[in-house]
Structures are given as C-alpha cells and as structure tokens.
C-alpha cells in the first residue's frame, strides 16, 4: 500500500506563485512515476505534470512554461512549482503515483488540496 500525503495550496493573486508538495509513505519501492493532477468545478480531472522515476517530465500544454514538477527519490517526495498563475488554474490538485510492476500498474491518489488564484 501506498499513501500520498499533499501540502501547499490556498489563494493567491494572478501572477503569483505556488508550491505544492506530496510526499508518499508505505510501499514507495513500488513507485514509477509520479505527478500531479487537478479538477476545476463541473470539469473533467486533467493531467499537469508527471515525472518518471529517470526524471522524465511531461507537462500539460496549458502549464508549460510556467510550471515545474520535481521529484526526490530518497525521500518520496514530488513537489509542484507553479508561478504566474492564471485564474484558469484554480483547482483542486492531486497528487498521483503510479505503483506496482509495469505490466500492472495501479494509480494512488493523495487527497487534493485547493488552489484558487483571484485578485
């Protein structure tokens, strides 16, 4: 089993900067990639960011270049940095990982914390 715990989140101006964190506990030797996800209100839940445990990012076209997504291995933990924030990504954000072997994989779910990004 494997457990994600988010941090970070809360309201900020346009323009401005957050950091969200997930660090996950339990089975993480299972762990392939991570990243995080968000859901606006009446939206469908969406990819962000995901990186692989080489490091390996992919981005969403909406977030490139303003985003960043880093993970730390020896510490499970993948953190999410987000500047000049957009009123169109207030959300609710999720961190995922992927766990268990390839050819199995299964996705864990953090909690979600909110962004809301208002002047």
């Known amino acids: 089993q494997v457990q994600l715990v988010e941090s970070g989140g809360g309201l900020v101006q346009p323009g401005g900067s957050v950091r969200l964190s997930c660090t996950a506990s339990?089975?993480?030797?299972?762990?392939?990639?991570m990243g995080w996800y968000r859901q606006a209100p009446g939206k469908e839940r969406e990819m962000v960011a995901v990186?692989?445990?080489?490091?390996?990012?992919t981005y969403a076209d909406s977030v490139k270049g303003r985003f960043t997504v880093s993970r730390d291995n020896a510490k499970n933990t993948v953190d999410l940095q987000m500047d000049s924030l957009k009123p169109e990504d207030t959300a609710v954000y999720y961190c995922?990982?992927?766990?268990?072997?390839?050819?199995?994989?299964?996705?864990?779910w953090g909690q979600g914390t909110q962004v809301s990004v208002s002047s």
């Open positions: 339990g089975a993480t030797f299972s762990i392939k990639a």
């Open positions: 995922n990982a992927q766990v268990g072997p390839y050819s199995h994989l299964m996705a864990v």
């Open positions: 990186i692989a445990t080489d490091g390996f990012t």
